[in-house]
């Protein structure tokens, strides 16, 4: 885990607290570190799994910093922007949540688009039967 992008991903976030919440960035220094040695010791087959353990805990930590300081959401936005697009394939993470109660309808995707349209109901459609043709 001690790639440029690594190193350029970890120095990003340690700006980001130091800017913002000083006190913390030892501290948050210090835990990117050691979640870098857990990966880094990790068997390979291993690794997935406990890099998608660590999200849910950064983002956590990462949401409370925009929370209590809305003036790093810009930063952070720029940081994500740039380390992103260099993950390789298999590392980005996308994670969708989709529920739909009762008669919903929803549509969803990543990574690409839906074109949808919906009947006007009003018009009867070309199949449906008409008054008058009932026989």
């Not at 949540?97 to 995707?109: E, R």
């Amino acid at each position: 885990m001690t790639t440029d992008l690594w190193q350029g991903t970890r120095e990003g976030v340690a700006r980001l607290f130091r800017r913002h919440d000083p006190d913390r960035e030892t501290g948050v220094m210090a835990m990117l570190d050691e979640d870098a040695r857990t990966v880094g010791s990790t068997d390979v087959e291993e690794v997935g799994e406990v890099r998608r353990e660590l999200v849910p805990v950064w983002r956590r930590r990462v949401l409370a910093l925009l929370t209590e300081h809305p003036g790093a959401v810009e930063e952070f936005r720029e940081l994500v922007e740039r380390t992103g697009p260099l993950l390789p394939g298999g590392q980005q993470l996308w994670v969708q949540t989709n529920i739909a109660h009762g008669s919903a309808t929803q549509f969803a995707v990543q990574g690409g688009n839906i074109v949808y349209r919906q009947a006007d109901e009003s018009r009867p459609s070309s199949d449906a039967p008409r008054r008058g043709d009932e026989t």
